[in-house]
């Protein structure tokens, strides 16, 4: 019996499979038909065509919603990802930018040593480098005059934070220079390729720029358009619109199914399509298996029945045997209680004299 029930199981299954099946082609009967009637429209399941259209309508006003708050939202991430990699791509222009630097403060500052610098530019890098070449000449002077190890020491150390310090006071008087337009005033040795280097990083540097700017004004203005939880409601359309897919997917498949039951059977493709006239094939194909599937399952329960009223019948043979084993017990009881009942009245005929003695009649 187990063996049964698991095959009942099995072929309901099968048959709830196939029914999802039917169910998903009377959607695709549905739609299918649904676009010919745009064309030419047809005297069958008008109802249901209706109630399908309204649907459709239904949903795709849920799903042009959802694309809206959608779009909003994937152009918002898209401009705020942009805006950051142009910012990132800027800020990593301050390494070449520095480099640059340093190196036209290094070709000021041994003009500025030399004393071969322009006035204005001189004037320029005076407060960067004023300080630092008076100490570094003033340490140097006395480390050549100083004759003490210790002492040469503590200058050389002094000396080395004065080296350490200068590569940031070239970057700062580059920056200086070129933000004054002074640096095509240096000594031409080794600068035209600097200045083309620094034109080229001012060329990227402005078209950053203008990108991040344009992407900064096309996320304000979404942002002036923005509404209110654009997630919250992006989340809530999605929901609407799987509400009302799911809806009109039982609309076509109500639809596809009447066309189903009430397409006479002389309908061809140049009426419907060929690709209608093959869904309804399938359709009939499945309808064949399910009906079969049912005739087994019933053979099986039916079956399952038999098994169960024979255990019945096998249960009450046994009662059958058990109660005449306790007949034949209570009929020797009987008998037994008999006999002894005929003993003692012998004994009593026997006790008695014979006038108190009682005989019948």
Same mark, same amino acid.
């Given at each position: 019996?187990?063996?049964?029930?698991?095959?009942?199981?099995?072929?309901?299954?099968?048959?709830?499979?196939?029914?999802?099946?039917?169910?998903?082609?009377?959607?695709?009967?549905?739609?299918?038909?649904?676009?010919?009637?745009?064309?030419?429209?047809?005297?069958?399941?008008?109802?249901?065509?209706?109630?399908?259209?309204?649907?459709?309508?239904?949903?795709?006003?849920?799903?042009?919603?959802?694309?809206?708050?959608?779009?909003?939202?994937?152009?918002?991430?898209?401009?705020?990802?942009?805006?950051?990699?142009?910012?990132?791509?800027?800020?990593?222009?301050?390494?070449?930018?520095?480099?640059?630097? $340093?190196?036209?403060? +290094?070709?000021? *500052?041994?003009?500025?040593?030399?004393? =071969? &610098?322009? !006035?204005? #530019?001189?004037?320029?890098?005076?407060?960067?480098?004023?300080?630092?070449?008076?100490?570094?000449?003033?340490?140097?002077?006395?480390?050549?005059?100083?004759?003490?190890?210790?002492?040469?020491?503590?200058?050389?150390?002094?000396?080395?934070?004065?080296?350490?310090?200068?590569?940031?006071?070239?970057?700062?008087?580059?920056?200086?220079?070129?933000?004054?337009?002074?640096?095509?005033?240096?000594?031409?040795?080794?600068?035209?390729?600097?200045?083309?280097?620094?034109?080229?990083?001012?060329?990227?540097?402005?078209?950053?720029?203008?990108?991040?700017?344009?992407?900064?004004?096309?996320?304000?203005?979404?942002?002036?358009?923005?509404?209110?939880?654009?997630?919250?409601?992006?989340?809530?359309?999605?929901?609407?619109?799987?509400?009302?897919?799911?809806? $009109?997917?039982?609309? +076509?498949?109500? *639809?596809?199914?009447?066309?189903?039951? =009430? &397409?006479? !059977?002389? #309908?061809?493709?140049?009426?419907?399509?060929?690709?209608?006239?093959?869904?309804?094939?399938?359709?009939?194909?499945?309808?064949?298996?399910?009906?079969?599937?049912?005739?087994?399952?019933?053979?099986?329960?039916?079956?399952?029945?038999?098994?169960?009223?024979?255990?019945?019948?096998?249960l009450e043979n046994q009662k059958i045997?058990?109660?005449?084993?306790?007949?034949?017990?209570?009929?020797?009881?009987?008998?037994?209680?008999?006999?002894?009942?005929?003993?003692?009245?012998n004994r009593i005929t026997i006790l008695?004299?014979?006038?108190?003695?009682?005989?019948?009649?």
């Amino acid at each position: 019996m187990g063996n049964l029930q698991a095959d009942i199981q099995q072929k309901q299954k099968e048959i709830e499979q196939h029914q999802s099946d039917v169910f998903s082609l009377y959607a695709d009967l549905g739609r299918s038909v649904a676009l010919v009637q745009q064309i030419s429209p047809l005297p069958y399941a008008a109802g249901e065509y209706q109630l399908f259209c309204t649907q459709m309508d239904a949903y795709e006003s849920a799903k042009h919603s959802f694309e809206q708050i959608s779009g909003y939202i994937a152009q918002i991430e898209d401009r705020s990802r942009k805006i950051k990699e142009i910012e990132k791509d800027i800020r990593l222009l301050a390494r070449p930018f520095a480099r640059v630097y $340093a190196q036209l403060g +290094a070709i000021a *500052y041994e003009a500025y040593g030399s004393q =071969t &610098l322009a !006035e204005h #530019v001189a004037q320029a890098c005076f407060p960067f480098f004023e300080e630092h070449a008076k100490r570094t000449r003033k340490l140097e002077n006395l480390k050549q005059s100083h004759v003490g190890f210790l002492g040469r020491r503590l200058i050389g150390l002094q000396l080395d934070l004065q080296r350490k310090i200068l590569p940031a006071l070239l970057a700062k008087a580059g920056a200086r220079l070129v933000a004054i337009s002074c640096e095509k005033d240096l000594p031409l040795s080794g600068r035209q390729s600097l200045l083309d280097e620094l034109e080229d990083l001012k060329e990227r540097r402005r078209e950053l720029s203008q990108e991040l700017e344009l992407h900064q004004s096309a996320m304000a203005k979404l942002q002036s358009e923005e509404v209110q939880s654009p997630k919250a409601r992006m989340e809530e359309r999605a929901n609407v619109m799987k509400m009302e897919q799911k809806a $009109a997917e039982k609309a +076509a498949s109500s *639809y596809g199914k009447a066309l189903y039951e =009430t &397409l006479p !059977e002389s #309908v061809h493709s140049d009426q419907i399509g060929q690709k209608a006239i093959q869904l309804m094939d399938q359709i009939t194909l499945h309808h064949k298996r399910i009906k079969s599937l049912q005739r087994e399952i019933k053979q099986l329960e039916n079956l399952i029945q038999v098994q169960e009223l024979e255990a019945q019948i096998e249960l009450e043979n046994q009662k059958i045997e058990l109660l005449r084993s306790q007949i034949d017990t209570c009929n020797r009881q009987i008998s037994q209680i008999a006999a002894s009942i005929h003993e003692k009245q012998n004994r009593i005929t026997i006790l008695l004299p014979p006038s108190m003695v009682h005989t019948d009649g």
